[in-house]
């Protein structure tokens, strides 16, 4: 069983930049789909960014409109841990973040929500104006 614990979240001042780190276990199969996902109060729950891993190898980064280019995704394979390294943050940003993964999906899939059957429990995100 896959297990997901994120770290990291704080809060910030706008403009400011955040590092959250996910550390994942129980992993079986060669290759996952990852990706961080945020829930602002009120709101649904919406895509960050996704990739897919494969053997150490990191491709198929995809990023939600609104963040590209402020937000990067990264993984560390011999870790087993997922990153979202966060610049320019705006309030609107303020959210709970999750890490989630799932198998047996290859790379073009990856930035389809509804993949994704392991998460962790999230980090809050608080950005202040």
């Known amino acids: 069983q896959v297990q997901l614990v994120e770290s990291g979240g704080g809060s910030v001042q706008a403009g400011g930049s955040l590092t959250l780190s996910c550390t994942g276990s129980g992993f079986t199969d060669s290759s996952y789909c990852m990706g961080w996902f945020r829930q602002a109060p009120g709101g649904m729950r919406e895509r960050v960014g996704t990739i897919y891993t494969e053997g150490g190898t990191t491709s198929y980064a995809d990023y939600a409109d609104s963040m590209k280019g402020r937000f990067t995704i990264s993984h560390d394979n011999a870790k087993n841990k997922l990153f979202l390294q966060m610049n320019s943050l705006k309030p609107e940003d303020t959210a709970m973040y999750y890490c989630?993964?799932?198998?047996?999906?290859?790379?073009?899939?990856?930035?389809?929500?509804?993949?994704?059957?392991?998460w962790g429990q999230g980090t809050q995100v608080t950005v202040s104006s």
């Open positions: 989630a993964a799932a198998a047996r999906f290859s790379g073009p899939f990856c930035h389809f929500d509804q993949i994704y059957n392991y």
